[in-house]
């Protein structure tokens, strides 16, 4: 009988409460969109479309030497992205306005110093947003960073305004599955 009490008696663990269809306050689906502009007028990028030669179909047009004006919005408003990584190059997401549907945030990417891909070549480039309770956003942009100096390549193509990507959280918060990726 007395173990039976005991046992009856032992604390229960505290049960976080949090909105359906959320975990840990962690939205079950997040909606990135990336968009990037070159400065200092706000200028479009292109991409353009190699099929099946390299890894990915579409190679996006990148000039070295050149500050891109990068814009990331995330739904819902309810995550937190801290800062973003291209290729290596880490810079700060800076919050411009947020509601209940979106938040906005910009930051700057600097080609300075990146070397110009070689005639023929395409390379992958690493990009990651990291987000406070989410985890890391990943993906692999295939790129050709042309020399600043033979920037007419760079303008023309197809100009994109953003890439979107549908994006669920991992069990653990350490990073995002992407469920779908369109150029817009």
Known sequence: MN????ASTAPRPLT???????MDDVPPIIHLSIALRIQPNDGPVFFKVDGTRFGQNRTIKLLTGSKYKIDVVAKPGSVEATNMNI???VFPLEQQSRDEDSVVY???YDTEG???TKSGDRQPVQVSV???KAGTFETVWQAKYYNYYKRE???FGNKFSNIEYECKPNETRTLMWINKEAFN
């Open 153 to 155: 390549h760079c303008q």
């Open 114 to 116: 990146v070397p110009h």
């Open 130 to 132: 990291e987000f406070n």
């Open 16 to 22: 976080h409460h949090t909105e359906p269809g959320t």
């Open 3 to 6: 173990s039976f009490l005991i």
């Open 87 to 89: 290729g290596g190059i």
């Open 106 to 108: 910009q930051g700057q």
